[in-house]
T-cell receptor, first 117, second 110 residues
Framework: GAVVSQHPSRVICKSGTSVKIECRSLDFQATTMFWYRQFPKQSLMLMAT?????????EQGVEKDKFLINHASLTLSTLTVTSAHPEDSSFYIC?????????????FGAGTRLSVL | AQRVTQPEKLLSVFKGAPVELKCNYSYSGSPELFWYVQYSRQRLQLLLR??SRESIKGFTADLNKGETSFHLKKPFAQEEDSAMYYCALSGGTAGNKLTFGGGTRVLVKP
């Protein structure tokens, strides 16, 4: 099946630093990737849609200057949390869209737990 | 706006008992409905999708457009079914974006 790799799985950083999270589709090309945020005991909230070769589309309320998304190739999207603060601590999950049997299916990474001190 | 509602946060059943996870949606168009499952310490993975009309791991789900529901059912729950289940919707102007329900935690007791 389609595999999505997300790195790192866990990161602890100081307040004010920037953190980059990578999302790779290992065995397929993904023109579209998605970034989600998940708070404890809550569902996934879509942050943005990452399109290869173009600007990301952000959901309402998500600061695009805070969460920089780059989708430079068909297999890699990155999310950079700039000037991270404790309130940015969360679980971030990416997914990549893969077309199979006439349907676009999203395959998910294992997630990145960000802790900002 | 599209929305997915899973009214039960927790379902606790005994092994061998039937289990039904409710999912209702609101969407103006023809949606694609999915059930995703997340086992402990594992990533979210697709369980089944309405268009395939398939049974995976004994689970089935039928799209009822009249009731705007996509409930997930299994006649005989197993301990390994204990997990977090998310109903999700995609389609129309939102393209391939998925809107997730709040999730239902299923606990199957021995």
């Amino acid at each position: 099946g389609a595999v999505v790799s997300q790195h790192p799985s866990r990161v602890i950083c100081k307040s004010g630093t920037s953190v980059k999270i990578e999302c790779r589709s290992l065995d397929f090309q993904a023109t579209t990737m998605f970034w989600y945020r998940q708070f404890p005991k809550q569902s996934l909230m879509l942050m943005a849609t990452s399109n290869e070769g173009s600007k990301a589309t952000y959901e309402q309320g998500v600061e695009k200057d805070k969460f920089l998304i780059n989708h430079a190739s068909l297999t890699l999207s990155t999310l950079t949390v700039t000037s991270a603060h404790p309130e940015d601590s969360s679980f971030y999950i990416c997914s990549a869209s893969h077309r199979a049997q006439g349907l676009n299916i999203q395959y998910f990474g294992a997630g990145t737990r960000l802790s900002v001190l | 706006a599209q929305r997915v509602t899973q009214p039960e946060k927790l379902l606790s059943v005994f092994k061998g008992a039937p289990v039904e996870l409710k999912c209702n949606y609101s969407y103006s168009g023809s949606p694609e409905l999915f059930w995703y499952v997340q086992y402990s310490r594992q990533r979210l993975q697709l369980l089944l999708r309405h268009i395939s009309r398939e049974s995976i791991k004994g689970f089935t789900a039928d799209l009822n457009k009249g009731e705007t529901s996509f409930h997930l059912k299994k006649p005989f729950a197993q301990e390994e079914d204990s997990a977090m289940y998310y109903c999700a919707l995609s389609g129309g102007t939102a393209g391939n974006k998925l809107t997730f329900g709040g999730g239902t935690r299923v606990l199957v007791k021995p």
